[in-house]
């Protein structure tokens, strides 16, 4: 069952922007912790940025001051606005929800949308 659906990938020239969208269920967006996490090919998956359900955000250094990351509460969705794109930008782009209880960490994740940086 898909409950984290994207858009918004594509092939950019550096400096470029792109907006990433994941639109999640509404019972996974009013509790979970919605982030974006990156796998550059032959690397592993990283996290890019995450906001909670009030807004709290956090960002991977190499995110901060091009990317921002936003939620939508009336339409369950999660942005991540992408300026200044890099060449080591580029990376399969997942949405990720995630919570944490007593017993352990629950995740879903989204099935991935290809953002590429070249010239």
């Known amino acids: 069952q898909e409950q984290l659906v994207e858009s918004g990938g594509g092939t950019v020239q550096p400096g470029g922007s792109l907006r990433l969208s994941c639109a999640a269920s509404?019972?996974?967006?009013?509790?979970?912790?919605m982030g974006w996490y990156r796998q550059p090919p032959g690397k592993q998956r990283e996290l890019v940025a995450a906001?909670?359900?009030?807004?709290?955000?956090n960002f991977a250094d190499s995110a901060k001051g091009r990317f921002t990351i936003s939620r939508d509460n009336a339409n369950n969705t999660v942005y991540l606005q992408m300026n200044n794109l890099k060449p080591e930008d580029t990376a399969v782009y997942y949405c990720?929800?995630?919570?944490?209880?007593?017993?352990?960490?629950?995740?879903?994740w989204g099935q991935g949308t290809q953002v590429t940086v070249s010239s």
């Open positions: 990720n929800a995630n919570r944490r209880v007593a017993w352990g960490t629950y995740n879903y």
């Open positions: 509404a019972s996974i967006f009013k509790i979970y912790v």
């Open positions: 906001i909670t359900s009030g807004g709290s955000t």
